[in-house]
């Protein structure tokens, strides 16, 4: 699947969950999907005007003056529904630790500890806000056909932070064994 084809995705998906203005559209892939999705904003608007000329949303009159609100239709929910039965297509995976920690001989133990040990300390804080998270969805979502799927979306970020962890405290006592206690 194509960059455009997800970004599509994610703004029908969104528009799925109610009618919304370009802003609002903006906020929700940032504060809502940015958990596990992150998509540039430069390429929001042009995928909604495109999805708006190929008749997959419809524009109507927003709540301030000379703004629209968009809202998906018959035609955009058979276009989401194409795009989410899609296979998922992984990228490769770019991560700058892993790659410092590669190399890490050059960089030297003490240097490769601290980096571990911020992952650490990210992945607790990443943590920490998906508890809240799973909190407030559970509250501020109950009743909502869409909760159980929110509810994956937090696990799998809850499940991940906490993978980070386990692996530091392994990385840091591999590091230990091999270099002596820094």
């Known amino acids: ?25 903006r906020e929700v892939i940032k504060d809502v999907l940015g958990h596990f999705w992150s998509e540039s904003f430069g390429q929001i608007y042009p995928c ?23 809202a998906i239709n018959a035609s955009g929910m058979a276009r989401l529904h194409e795009l989410l039965s899609e296979p998922v297509t992984t990228t490769p995976p770019r991560n700058g630790l892993l790659l410092r920690l590669f190399f890490g001989r050059a960089l030297g133990p003490a240097k490769c500890r601290e980096l571990l040990l911020q992952a650490k300390a990210d992945a607790e804080g990443s943590l920490a806000q998906y508890d809240d998270l799973a909190r407030s969805v559970a509250v501020e979502d109950a009743g909502s056909p869409d909760l159980p799927y929110m509810q994956t979306t937090i696990s799998a970020g809850k499940h991940s932070a906490r993978a980070v962890i386990a692996w530091v405290d392994e990385a840091l006592t591999l590091l230990d064994q091999t270099n002596g206690a820094s």
């Open 1 to 25: 699947m194509v960059r455009r084809s997800q970004t599509e995705m994610a703004v029908l998906g969104a528009l799925n969950m109610e009618p919304m203005t370009a802003y609002a559209l």
């Open 48 to 70: 909604l005007h495109s999805l708006e000329q190929q008749g997959h949303v419809e524009r109507r009159e927003g709540p301030r003056a000379g703004s629209s609100v968009f």
